[in-house]
């Protein structure tokens, strides 16, 4: 007979397997927390399990310095989807206006202030809009536009009259484009006070002065205006402070400036004030002629195609024309263009007829190295010696000239370089010889209506100096200082010639404040009307 175990062990037996059901039970528990916590971290952010632990603490502070142009430009983000509403909002707000729907404009407009508000909190704070933030926003704004479209503004309504309103909107830019040009324009051309008062005061000298009269006369018969063996410059200017800047740069940039002769051609109402200025001061024993050019009496209307375009009416009304000629290009109707100084730089052998070589500078350019070795540039038997312009683009003879004309596109290739007036060698025997002047002539004749080209002195350059032309080191003429604010310093530095071509001319309150220095230094400041009329 088998003897049972003894109650006590028994119950120790069964004391044994309540613990480990207990214990299972834990373990159970304990596990099932681990995964519930897991569970949510992964539903949080699940990238978050991929990030090494190094970096923990680098992606804490995410939102700390956000970029808001990103947060606006992402395609998830609360703040791209409110930006897309509010726009497609104030376009149902003009709508709504122009069918009387007062108020519901009034409704979107407020809304549409509201998440401007909210956007630009969201700025300053430099957080993300939340979906708590944005969805009350979102929400009415699809309500509105929803009513405005079912209202009666059909996608097809709603894409003609925003259609108008673009159009409306170029035109009025357009407008406000050819509006702020002519302005500029007026303002490159109208003559400061400060040079008008310099102009009164130096023609009345001249005026009241018999001995500067009798100078002048005396001057004009001087041996060394026809002396081939010295270096001769021409300047066509009414501007007097800046022909005296040509010359004094000139003159302070060589070492031999009794060798230098300066011609100066100006109008009649300027004789008086360059005469009495250029004899009046120092000029380093340099010689200088001024010639008015209202005594040019061969320049007129039966020689020179010009002078008669310059006279007809048709003429006059295109560059001071008003609404009639709006569709004109406004730097085009520069009235500049009527004066004959503009022209005559294309009768330099006729104006001296006994010289040889000749510089031509513009009265808006800074000489600052010596222009003697130009003289002695070797030019191959062409007439004019040039900086080329086509490293851009845009300077290459199908910019200036029409080639849908097939005078044009017949003689001459739309690819060919374009070269700069302002600092030019002209050799006056191969001009003669290769008669430039009848060129210049024939091509006036054939654009008498405007047709081959449009305004300027440049375009029939090109066609007149065309396979005449030498190409000339850059360096010897840096344009742009009257537009471009952007040139480089080394290139300043490097040139020989820099010209202020463009509006913002160096004697004007518009000129560009980098450059208007480089001028400046070569103003004769001590003279007594330019402290009177210039400074004060």
Same mark, same amino acid.
């Given at each position: 007979?088998?003897?049972?175990?003894?109650?006590?062990?028994?119950?120790?037996?069964?004391?044994?397997?309540?613990?480990?059901?207990?214990?299972?039970? $834990?373990?159970?528990?304990?596990?099932?927390?681990?995964?519930?916590?897991?569970?949510?971290?992964?539903?949080?952010?699940?990238?978050?399990?991929?990030?090494?632990?190094?970096?923990?603490?680098?992606?804490?502070?995410?939102?700390?310095?956000?970029?808001?142009?990103?947060?606006?430009?992402?395609?998830?983000?609360?703040?791209?989807?409110?930006?897309?509403?509010?726009?497609?909002?104030?376009?149902? &707000?003009?709508?709504?206006?122009?069918? =009387?729907?007062?108020?519901?404009?009034?409704?979107?407009?407020?809304?549409?202030?509201?998440?401007?508000?909210?956007?630009?909190?969201?700025?300053?704070?430099?957080?993300?809009?939340?979906?708590?933030?944005?969805?009350?926003?979102?929400?009415?704004?699809?309500?509105?536009?929803?009513?405005?479209?079912?209202?009666?503004?059909?996608?097809?309504?709603?894409?003609m009259t925003m259609k108008s309103h673009i159009q409306a909107l170029e035109e009025r830019a357009n407008a406000a484009t050819v509006q702020s040009t002519l302005f500029g324009q007026l303002a490159s051309e109208?003559?400061?006070?400060?040079?008008?008062?310099?102009?009164?005061?130096?023609?009345?000298?001249?005026?009241?002065?018999?001995?500067?009269?009798?100078?002048?006369?005396?001057?004009? =018969?001087?041996?060394?205006?026809?002396?081939?063996?010295?270096?001769?410059?021409?300047?066509?200017?009414?501007?007097?402070?800046?022909?005296?800047?040509?010359?004094?740069?000139?003159?302070?940039?060589?070492?031999?400036? !009794?060798?230098?002769?300066?011609?100066?051609?100006?109008?009649?109402?300027?004789?008086?004030?360059?005469?009495?200025?250029?004899?009046?001061?120092?000029?380093?024993?340099?010689?200088?002629?001024?010639? =008015?050019?209202?005594?040019?009496?061969?320049?007129?209307?039966?020689?020179?195609?010009? &002078?008669?375009?310059?006279?007809?009416?048709?003429?006059?009304?295109?560059?001071?024309?008003?609404?009639?000629?709006?569709?004109?290009?406004?730097?085009?109707?520069?009235? !500049?263009?009527?004066?004959?100084?503009?022209?005559?730089?294309?009768?330099?052998?006729?104006?001296?007829?006994?010289?040889?070589?000749?510089?031509?500078?513009?009265?808006?350019?800074?000489?600052? !190295?010596?222009?003697?070795?130009?003289?002695?540039?070797?030019?191959?038997?062409?007439?004019? $010696?040039?900086?080329?312009?086509?490293?851009?683009?845009?300077?290459?003879?199908?910019?200036?000239?029409?080639?849908?004309?097939?005078?044009?596109?017949? !003689?001459?290739?739309?690819?060919?370089?374009?070269?700069?007036?302002?600092?030019?060698?002209?050799?006056?025997?191969?001009?003669?010889?290769?008669?430039?002047?009848?060129?210049?002539?024939?091509?006036?004749?054939?654009?008498?209506?405007?047709?081959?080209?449009?305004? $300027?002195?440049?375009?029939?350059?090109?066609?007149?100096?065309?396979?005449?032309?030498?190409?000339?080191?850059?360096?010897?003429?840096?344009?742009?200082?009257?537009?471009?604010t952007n040139i480089d310093n080394r290139l300043i530095e490097s040139a020989a010639v820099i010209h202020f071509n463009g509006n913002m001319k160096p004697w004007l309150k518009l000129a560009i404040g980098r450059?208007?220095?480089?001028?400046?230094?070569?103003? =004769?400041?001590?003279?007594?009307?330019?402290?009177?009329?210039?400074?004060?």
């Amino acid at each position: 007979m088998m003897r049972r175990r003894p109650a006590d062990f028994r119950r120790q037996v069964r004391r044994r397997f309540s613990h480990w059901i207990w214990v299972l039970l $834990g373990l159970f528990l304990i596990a099932g927390l681990f995964l519930f916590v897991v569970q949510h971290n992964h539903h949080e952010d699940p990238i978050d399990q991929h990030v090494p632990e190094k970096y923990v603490n680098r992606a804490q502070p995410v939102h700390q310095h956000l970029n808001f142009t990103e947060e606006v430009s992402s395609a998830t983000s609360f703040s791209r989807q409110l930006a897309e509403q509010m726009t497609l909002a104030k376009a149902y &707000v003009i709508i709504s206006k122009e069918h =009387n729907n007062l108020h519901l404009a009034w409704q979107l407009s407020s809304k549409i202030r509201s998440c401007q508000l909210l956007l630009s909190k969201a700025a300053m704070r430099r957080e993300p809009i939340s979906l708590e933030e944005a969805e009350p926003i979102i929400r009415s704004l699809s309500s509105l536009i929803l009513k405005a479209q079912d209202a009666h503004f059909d996608i097809a309504t709603t894409i003609m009259t925003m259609k108008s309103h673009i159009q409306a909107l170029e035109e009025r830019a357009n407008a406000a484009t050819v509006q702020s040009t002519l302005f500029g324009q007026l303002a490159s051309e109208a003559l400061p006070k400060s040079l008008h008062c310099l102009n009164v005061k130096l023609t009345t000298d001249w005026l009241r002065s018999l001995p500067l009269q009798v100078l002048a006369d005396e001057k004009r =018969n001087s041996p060394r205006l026809v002396d081939n063996n010295l270096y001769h410059f021409c300047i066509f200017s009414e501007n007097v402070l800046a022909a005296s800047v040509v010359v004094n740069s000139t003159i302070s940039n060589t070492d031999h400036p !009794k060798q230098l002769v300066f011609h100066i051609v100006t109008n009649g109402v300027s004789y008086g004030a360059m005469q009495a200025w250029f004899l009046s001061n120092d000029f380093k024993g340099s010689t200088i002629d001024v010639q =008015n050019i209202e005594e040019f009496t061969w320049l007129n209307a039966s020689y020179a195609p010009i &002078v008669k375009q310059l006279l007809d009416p048709d003429s006059r009304a295109y560059y001071f024309g008003g609404n009639d000629y709006m569709g004109v290009e406004p730097k085009l109707r520069n009235p !500049k263009y009527l004066s004959l100084l503009n022209h005559i730089r294309f009768y330099i052998p006729e104006i001296y007829p006994q010289l040889e070589k000749v510089v031509f500078l513009d009265d808006d350019v800074v000489v600052q !190295k010596d222009l003697t070795p130009l003289f002695s540039l070797d030019l191959h038997g062409n007439v004019n $010696g040039a900086v080329e312009t086509c490293l851009e683009a845009f300077h290459r003879y199908y910019k200036y000239l029409n080639f849908s004309n097939p005078i044009i596109s017949s !003689k001459f290739d739309p690819q060919a370089c374009g070269w700069a007036f302002g600092m030019n060698v002209f050799d006056l025997i191969a001009w003669r010889t290769a008669n430039v002047t009848t060129r210049y002539h024939h091509w006036q004749e054939q654009n008498a209506d405007r047709t081959l080209w449009k305004l $300027g002195t440049l375009p029939p350059g090109l066609l007149a100096f065309y396979g005449l032309t030498e190409p000339l080191d850059r360096r010897w003429h840096v344009l742009g200082l009257g537009y471009d604010t952007n040139i480089d310093n080394r290139l300043i530095e490097s040139a020989a010639v820099i010209h202020f071509n463009g509006n913002m001319k160096p004697w004007l309150k518009l000129a560009i404040g980098r450059y208007k220095p480089l001028w400046e230094r070569y103003i =004769n400041q001590s003279h007594p009307y330019h402290q009177y009329c210039i400074i004060s």
